[in-house]
Each structure stands twice: as C-alpha cells, then as structure tokens.
C-alpha cells in the first residue's frame, strides 16, 4: 500500500532519477533512520513505530515528492504530525 507503484509515471530528468531511483533512496532512508531510531533525542517519538514500515513509507513518501511517483498513498504530512 504504500510502496510507490511500479507503473507510477517517472517524470524524466527528475530529481528522483538524478538521485538513482529505488535503490539510492532506500540507502538513504536506512541510513537516515538509523540514526534518528539510535538517537536519544528523537528515539523516543518511534518508540512503538514498525521500524520497517516507517522506512518504506518515507521511501515511498520521497519517491513522490521528488517525482519518482505521481500519487502519495500515505496520510497527510499534517494529520501525522
Ligand atoms: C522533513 C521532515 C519529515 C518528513 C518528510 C516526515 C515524513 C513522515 C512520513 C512519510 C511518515 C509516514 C506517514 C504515513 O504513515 O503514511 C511519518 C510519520 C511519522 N513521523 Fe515524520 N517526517 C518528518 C519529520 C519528523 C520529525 C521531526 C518527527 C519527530 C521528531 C517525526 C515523527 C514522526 C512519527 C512519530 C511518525 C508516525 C510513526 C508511526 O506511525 O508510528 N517526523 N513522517
């Protein structure tokens, strides 16, 4: 569900392209909450969230609005926080 789709529109030139796609951006998302999960500081607010799922849903969140996917399936950045 909130995987971005395989048939999403990639807007040519994008951003997520010029950024390496799929696999670039979940290395980037790992290695974002891996620290922000192992930070005292920020810990706390993920301390019931699925790990796992947290990261595919930023992926998927940064595949669209850097133009890798033409819908976002996710709630709404507001009502989350
Ligand atoms: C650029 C800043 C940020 C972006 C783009 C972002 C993005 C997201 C996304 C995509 C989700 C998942 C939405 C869904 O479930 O559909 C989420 C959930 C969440 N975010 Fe953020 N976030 C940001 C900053 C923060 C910060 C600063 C905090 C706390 C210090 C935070 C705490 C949370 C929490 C607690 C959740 C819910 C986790 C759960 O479902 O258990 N976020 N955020």
Do not use: C
């Not at 951003?15 to 980037?28: M, Q």
């Not at 290695?31 to 595919?56: C, E, L, V, W």
């Amino acid at each position: 569900m909130y995987l971005a789709k395989k048939t999403s529109i990639i807007e040519p030139g994008s951003l997520y392209e010029r950024l390496g796609g799929h696999e670039v951006l979940t290395k980037i998302v790992e290695g974002m909450y891996y620290r922000i999960f192992n930070n005292p500081d920020s810990a706390d607010f993920f301390r019931k969230t699925d790990k796992h799922m947290q990261i595919q849903r930023m992926v998927a969140f940064f595949t669209y609005s850097t133009g890798g996917a033409d819908e976002w399936e996710g709630k709404s950045m507001k009502e989350v926080h």
